[in-house]
């Protein structure tokens, strides 16, 4: 997937559950079970010489990880162009040999969707065929899960079935991993921090 978009994948995990297989045979303990979300709109280079805004929300229990990944066509985050909804499962696998505190962990996929948010975005979408479609409506989940969209670099299930990241938590706030590298790799960890956390609402 595009790197704007896989920064939003990430996991939760209860405070009285346990998974993976953290190092040297010991359960890793970490709360991130309720509502997390970007602390204000966020933004970062979209390749083109420009600045992409948006927000990311994570609903999360115990075993299942989901995300709301909406872009926005202004700095204030206040005009949606589309949003990007995830749902998968995960689990710990280790502590991070790169970052201290930080854990390694898989985030599968079972559901991807892309949904329009304004006219002003279909109009885009349509023209380009976007994720090889022509016909997008303001409001309709397509499902890009088999075919993947190349316009946002995601790719069909079939050659990503999920992602490698890391897990930390630091000060109540949350950090995933830098989507640098290639994550959809068996081992693709980051070695590194995303520089922005999320915050539980």
Known sequence: MNRFVVAAVACAMSAHAFAGNPAKGKAAKIDLNGNWTSEKCESMPNGQGGEM??????????????????????????????????????????????????????FGFKTRTLTAKSEGAVGFMNKGSFCGKADWKVGEAVDI?????????????????????????????????????????????????????????
């Not at 202004?74 to 854990?103: I, P, Y």
């Open 145 to 201: 899960h088999t075919t993947g969209c190349a316009q946002i670099g995601a790719k069909p299930v079939a050659e990503c079935k999920g992602e490698h990241d890391l897990v930390k938590l630091d000060g109540g706030k949350w950090f995933l991993g830098d989507r640098s590298g290639n994550m959809c790799k068996k081992g693709g960890y980051p070695t590194k921090l995303y520089p922005i956390a999320l915050v539980k609402k």
């Open 53 to 106: 805004y948006f927000t990311r929300t994570f609903p999360m229990t115990d075993k299942e990880w989901k995300i709301d990944f909406t872009v926005f066509g202004d700095k204030d985050c206040s005009q949606a162009l589309f949003t990007l909804d995830v749902v998968g499962d995960w689990e710990l696998r280790g502590k991070s040999k790169a970052v201290k505190g930080a854990h390694n962990a898989w």
